[in-house]
């Protein structure tokens, strides 16, 4: 993972491992301040929004025996109860309510594999995404190098 972080010029700063660690990871890359509260709960309810307001969208990607939607994200939101079908979903509804790009690196089976989560809504692409890292089902943020020390305030909070 070090040759990434050099590549890419971030710094990796690991979340609390508190069931919400992508959105952790999220919201220290939306905030620039030490206090990332405000962005994490900005986030929640965006995502929220989006979920709700393009749930027929959504809905072509949940198997329909895993139930419904709102109320699995629901659940995974409020209550940090982890379903797949919803969890798998919840980077898509990311980039979708942030307009953003996630790319997310995780390291498994002996290497480092990327993965692009593109916008699968009609927004402008020409914005820098969102970075990520992925070991053992636990986020962490990867942050530019000039906002990292800000930041590692912020995780450790």
Same mark, same amino acid.
């Given at each position: 993972?070090?040759?990434?972080? +050099?590549?890419?010029? *971030? ?11 992508? /959105?952790?990871? *999220?919201? $220290? ?12 709960? /900005? $986030?929640? +309810?965006?995502? #929220?929004? #989006? ?9 072509? /990607? ?10 699995? *994200? ?7 109860? /982890? ?8 980077? %898509? ?5 942030? %307009? ?5 690196? =995780? ?5 480092? &594999?990327?993965?692009? *989560?593109?916008?699968?809504?009609? &927004? ?10 992925? !070991? ?7 942050? !530019? #190098? !000039?906002?990292?020390?800000?930041? !590692?305030?912020?995780? =450790?909070?």
């Amino acid at each position: 993972m070090d040759d990434v972080t +050099k590549s890419l010029n *971030v710094t990796l700063v690991h979340t609390l491992a508190d069931g919400h660690y992508f /959105f952790h990871a *999220v919201a $220290l890359q939306l905030n620039e301040t030490p206090n990332t509260m405000q962005a994490y709960k /900005f $986030l929640m +309810k965006a995502i #929220e929004t #989006e979920s709700t307001r393009n749930k027929n969208h959504y809905r072509n /990607f949940i198997d329909e025996n895993s139930g419904r939607l709102d109320l699995l *994200v629901h659940k995974y939101l409020n209550n940090k109860i /982890f379903d797949h079908a919803a969890g798998d979903l919840i980077p %898509q509804i990311t980039s979708n309510a942030l %307009q953003k790009p996630i790319h997310i690196y =995780s390291e498994r089976d002996g290497g480092i &594999w990327e993965t692009i *989560v593109q916008h699968t809504m009609p &927004w402008n692409i020409n914005k820098s995404p969102l970075l990520g890292h992925l !070991k053992d089902y636990h986020y962490s943020a990867l942050i !530019k #190098e !000039k906002n990292a020390s800000i930041n !590692k305030i912020s995780a =450790s909070r």
